[in-house]
């Protein structure tokens, strides 16, 4: 029996939408016999963000109370979740840009040990106006104007289908976190359970129906979804994305 808990900033049922305070903004639990996951699907890009050092030192932020202190007194944090796989000194393994900045380049390198290098890889990128993710070959050809770009791996689903390196038998199972694109809505999805990457795959494909799906991290895997009460902290984090509530600024 499937349960599912549909939150958007407050309790609502999953036939009614209505708009209430932050209308880009959804959170869901998910729950079945398999998997068990918190969602966040984010319709608008504007308030979208990454986040890697402290603009004043320079040093890696880490975690996500660090990126609450970087915001204005005006905004507010609504979300956060590790963004991509880093280094040992919480540098980005792949392409990052911030705020228009490339900090990192892309990462074209295909043979190679670890989970980034599994392929094909690929890049989640946006501005203001529209969301992507593209394998990291697709995305090298692209001429598309990056506001905020991650780049990780493997990709999960790829047009529609489940990356045919995964294997339905695998006995890999871990903490996962990825995100998946359907119509320019983003989902940002991290387990509560031990999924391996075909469950993780499958459920993008087959429940959220994404067209392509961008594997984030796992062990590691951590968000700050208060709607759904979870604010994980354990883990010093690399790049991190997080939606930020501008409200109240329109006022000052």
Not at 61 to 74: D, H, N, P, R, S
Not at 94 to 114: D, F, H, M, P, S
Not at 145 to 163: C, F, H, K, R, W
């Amino acid at each position: 029996m499937k349960k599912i808990l549909l939150i958007k900033c407050a309790v609502i049922t999953l036939l009614s939408l209505t708009s209430i305070t932050y209308a880009e903004l959804y959170t869901r639990r998910w729950q079945t016999d398999i998997v068990d996951v918190d969602i966040v699907k984010i319709d608008q890009p504007q308030n979208l963000r990454l986040f890697l050092n402290d603009r004043q030192t320079h040093q890696p932020l880490g975690k996500f109370k660090a990126v609450a202190k970087q915001l204005k007194a005006c905004e507010k944090l609504l979300f956060a979740m590790n963004a991509g796989m880093y280094h040992a000194d919480y540098s980005p393994v792949g392409l990052y840009i911030e705020a228009a900045r490339q900090q990192k380049k892309l990462n074209t390198v295909k043979q190679a040990y670890g989970n980034f290098y599994l392929q094909p890889n690929g890049v989640l990128a946006w501005n203001r106006h529209h969301s992507l993710i593209e394998k990291t070959e697709s995305y090298q050809k692209l001429k598309f104007n990056a506001e905020y770009a991650t780049q990780s791996g493997p990709m999960l689903v790829i047009d529609g289908q489940i990356n045919p390196q995964f294997l339905k038998d695998s006995d890999s199972f871990k903490i996962r976190n990825a995100v998946g694109i359907k119509d320019q809505s983003l989902y940002f999805v991290i387990s509560r359970n031990a999924l391996s990457f075909y469950q993780f795959a499958q459920f993008f494909q087959q429940q959220l129906k994404v067209q392509n799906a961008l594997y984030l991290d796992g062990s590691i895997s951590s968000a700050y979804i208060p709607q759904l009460k979870r604010s994980d902290s354990l883990f010093n984090l690399g790049p991190m994305v997080a939606y930020i509530d501008q409200q109240n600024c329109a006022t000052q």
